[in-house]
């Protein structure tokens, strides 16, 4: 199915003095913002179709350069990626400051990080702290903790999660 498809390009070598892009690939010299529209729209549609914000961030550039390319008609395609380029990193730039100051809210903020879900909850040291580090037992696990030096069996509270450390207090009744 492909053969006839690739038996239709012709390669020729350019003469002297014509540039091998324009005999070649006559189709990149006539890029106009049609073009840019066009990827703009198809790379906002990728977005709903692959997980994480990023084909948002280019086809807003795609659009944008669409647009300077209607404004200014003569702009070479060269000027265009330049432009492009410039505005995709810009884009995603701005678009990830922005995710970042307003995080979407979930009803489930400690889902991927089960160690958060213990801050706060009271256990019994299974072995005691000594130089800094102990452990206990969680349900059916056992957890690396640190805080001052304490017997086994006195009962602590987790106050943060540095990694896969649990930092405890001891509680005093």
């Known amino acids: 199915m492909f053969l006839p498809l690739v038996s239709l390009v ?28 066009i990827a703009g729209v198809i790379l906002a549609a990728f977005e709903i179709l692959a997980p994480g914000v990023v084909f948002m961030w280019l086809g807003i ?71 800094g580090f102990g452990k206990i037992k969680v349900d059916d696990s056992v957890w690396k903790v640190s805080g001052d030096d304490m017997a086994e069996g006195t009962k602590v509270e987790v106050v943060a999660v540095e990694g896969a450390v649990f930092k405890v207090v001891a509680i005093r009744d």
Request: charged share 15%.
């Open 61 to 131: 550039a795609s659009l944008i350069t669409g647009g300077i390319a209607w404004a200014v008609p003569d702009m070479s395609l060269e000027w265009q990626l330049v432009v492009f380029s410039l505005l995709s990193v810009l884009s995603v730039m701005v678009g990830r400051m922005y995710m970042k100051r307003n995080p979407k809210p979930t009803d489930h903020p400690t889902l991927s990080r089960r160690g958060e879900q213990y801050i706060g909850r009271r256990f019994i040291l299974s072995e005691a702290i000594s130089g």
């Open 10 to 37: 012709v390669v020729a070598t350019p003469l002297p003095g014509e540039s091998h892009l324009s005999t070649s690939t006559p189709f990149f010299d006539e890029i106009t913002f049609w073009h840019w529209l």
